[in-house]
């Protein structure tokens, strides 16, 4: 059974930092592209970032530099180091393959 689990968001202030974690089950991310998404109030789901299975990793303007996605195999684990955070940066983050969601972490960066 395919699964993603999230974790690591939080409140932090402007210019602060997280890592999120997406671990997963029922498949191995190493073989399969992983994408982080976000969903803040009121808007619709965007793409933030994504990682390929040889490792290319790309990103939305609006987070290029600030944030890196990340894997660690031996741990079927995919991350999202986000640094410098800004207030536009608060929402829901979803990690996701293909067409399976984790159920989602809260971000909330405090101006």
Do not use: H
Not at 48 to 71: C, W
Request: proline content about 2%; some cysteine; overall charge positive.
């Amino acid at each position: 059974q395919v699964q993603l689990v999230e974790s690591g968001g939080g409140l932090v202030q402007a210019g602060g930092s997280l890592r999120l974690s997406c671990v997963a089950s029922g498949f191995f991310v190493s073989s399969n592209a992983i994408y982080w998404y976000r969903q803040a109030p009121g808007k619709q789901r965007e793409w933030v970032a994504r990682i390929s299975t040889g490792g290319t990793t790309i990103y939305v303007d609006s987070v290029k530099g600030r944030f890196t996605i990340s894997r660690d195999n031996a741990k079927n684990t995919v991350y999202l180091q986000m640094n410098s955070l800004k207030p536009e940066d608060t929402a829901v983050y979803y990690c996701n393959r293909e067409n399976n969601w984790g159920q989602g972490t809260q971000v909330t960066v405090s101006s």
